[in-house]
């Protein structure tokens, strides 16, 4: 796939996101940044064992440190939202959750300095939500 096939819908899509294409600035970089993400594309397997965390699942667990059971979805970068409950597969909560199964007690490593152990409680399976607003940057 080249940039030049679908800019149109690209631009379409930017405009409707509020960002204006109209500048010669946009119209010179936005082709190159949309071909370098059509180069960089990866498809990525939402497949998962029933009794595994895999993308777009919905899953109990139990913060140790908090002691408190909280409700959070495992999704993808742009669908990222913490305040939700929609954790980013890249996240080192996402890291490290998935592949996981129910009963699990899971390390998430923040930073060098700081760590915290979670207990998967519950896997609900899901699918990709496309109502889910795409994060802001």
């Known amino acids: 796939i080249r940039a030049n ?4 819908l690209a631009y379409t899509g930017a405009a409707n996101c ?3 294409t109209k500048s010669p600035v946009m119209q010179r970089i936005f082709p190159r940044y949309l071909q370098a ?3 960089t594309a990866v498809v990525i397997d939402t497949d998962s064992a029933s009794d595994v965390v895999g993308l777009f699942d919905k899953i109990t667990i139990f913060d140790e440190e908090e002691n408190e059971e909280r409700v959070v979805s495992i999704v993808t970068t742009l669908r990222n939202d ?4 929609y954790i980013s597969k890249e996240s080192p909560f996402g890291r490290a959750i998935l592949g996981h199964k129910v009963g699990d007690r899971v390390e998430i ?5 700081y760590s ?4 998967i409680r519950h896997i609900e399976k899901g699918e990709d939500n496309e109502a889910l607003p795409i994060s802001s940057y």
């Open 109 to 113: 490593k923040a930073n060098e300095k």
């Open 116 to 119: 915290y152990f979670v207990v």
């Open 82 to 85: 913490i305040f939700d409950g």
């Open 18 to 20: 509020g960002i204006s």
């Open 37 to 39: 993400m059509i180069d």
């Open 5 to 8: 096939h679908i800019l149109p």
